[in-house]
């Protein structure tokens, strides 16, 4: 199947502060990338839909200043915290659609964020 | 509107088979997803099949699909303690931004 990184894998940050986030197709180009929300114990939840050369596409209750989201290239999308709060400590897992298969969407390992 | 909802728990003893449950209540999905997740770690694809298939097998994985009853289901062959993990089922209507719709998970137990 098709790799997607992420990085970093875990991050620990003050309140306030800003945290970016990246996320890349390593083996394919990727018009098309999502990221999620994974609280402990649940399911995952789409917080926004990426697209290379435009906006993204937030879903409802997610706050588009909050969680800034850039998709400069085909294989690489950026989610950027900014002025963290410890409610947004969370696994933040992003995934992207291969255009060649079955709609199929191939995760990132994700990323710890801790806010203290 | 779009819910998936999974049983949330299994287990069984190492050899024996596994069958996980999904079910759905979009019937315009077009693709239905298995996933693998292992602790701390992202998801992993382990198989998918396409709404107008009933069955689809891909070495220890069986996948079949009721339509009809919108029921999923994932059977893993002589299971092994490496696939303790939590399986997601997911849907997909298809399309350039489709959007995965996710269960609740399945956290499966392999005993020894």
């Known amino acids: 199947g098709a790799v997607v990184s992420q990085h970093p894998s875990w991050v620990i940050c003050k309140s306030g502060t800003s945290v970016k986030i990246e996320c890349r197709s390593l083996?394919?180009?990727?018009?098309?990338m999502f990221w999620y929300r994974q609280f402990p114990k649940q399911s995952l939840m789409l917080m926004a839909t990426?697209?290379?050369?435009?906006?993204?596409?937030?879903e409802q209750g997610v706050e588009k200043d909050k969680f800034l989201i850039n998709h400069a290239s085909l294989t690489l999308s950026t989610l950027t915290v900014t002025s963290a709060h410890p409610e947004d400590s969370s696994f933040y897992i992003c995934?992207?659609?291969?255009?060649?298969?079955?709609?199929?969407?191939?995760f990132g390992p994700g990323t710890r964020l801790t806010v203290l | 509107g779009e819910d998936v909802e999974q049983s949330l728990f299994l287990s069984v003893r190492e050899g024996d088979s596994s069958v996980i449950n999904c079910t759905y209540t979009?019937?315009?999905?077009?693709?239905l997803y298995w996933y693998k997740q292992e602790p701390g770690a992202g998801l992993q694809l382990l198989t998918y099949?396409?709404?107008?298939?009933d069955m689809k097998q891909d070495q220890r994985l069986t996948v079949l699909l009721n339509k009809k009853d919108k029921h999923l289901s994932l059977r893993i062959a002589d299971t092994q303690t490496g696939d303790s993990a939590i399986y997601f089922c997911?849907?997909?209507?298809?399309?350039?931004?489709?959007?995965?719709?996710f269960g609740t998970g399945t956290r499966l137990q392999v005993t020894l």
């Open positions: 995934s992207a659609r291969d255009p060649r298969g079955a709609d199929t969407q191939y």
């Open positions: 083996d394919f180009q990727a018009t098309t």
């Open positions: 990426s697209n290379e050369g435009s906006k993204a596409t937030y």
């Open positions: 979009d019937s315009s999905s077009t693709y």
């Open positions: 099949i396409f709404s107008n298939m």
């Open positions: 997911a849907e997909s209507l298809g399309g350039t931004a489709s959007k995965l719709t």
